[in-house]
């Protein structure tokens, strides 16, 4: 159920089911069309916005942030000596 056309198809299932029971057709089908609006001016605009340079930009910054906090999370365990503790533990 999480189909984004679940909620027009379910009752569909539902009636036909119904209805297959009341008459004793199992034969019987219903036909359902699933016509979507057309794009908006907003969704146009949003699309022709974004460009290749942006994505590019974006992705590395993320990147950057991840080596970042890798190499954070490394100083941080050099500096409290975690490994050397776990060593001597038998960790």
Same mark, same amino acid.
């Given at each position: 159920m999480t189909n984004q056309d *679940? %909620?027009?198809?379910? #009752?569909?299932?539902?009636y036909e089911g119904i209805l297959k029971l009341a008459t004793g057709k199992e034969d019987l089908k219903f036909k359902v069309r699933n %016509? #979507?609006? #057309? *794009? %908006?001016?907003m969704i146009h605009e949003r699309k022709s916005g974004t460009d290749a340079g942006t994505v590019t930009f974006i992705s590395g910054v993320a990147y950057a942030m991840i080596l970042t906090t890798i190499c954070g999370q490394m100083v941080e365990e050099r500096v409290s000596h975690l490994k050397h503790i776990q060593v001597i533990s038998g960790v």
């Open positions: *679940a %909620t027009g198809l379910y #009752p569909q299932f539902m %016509t #979507p609006f #057309p *794009a %908006t001016k």
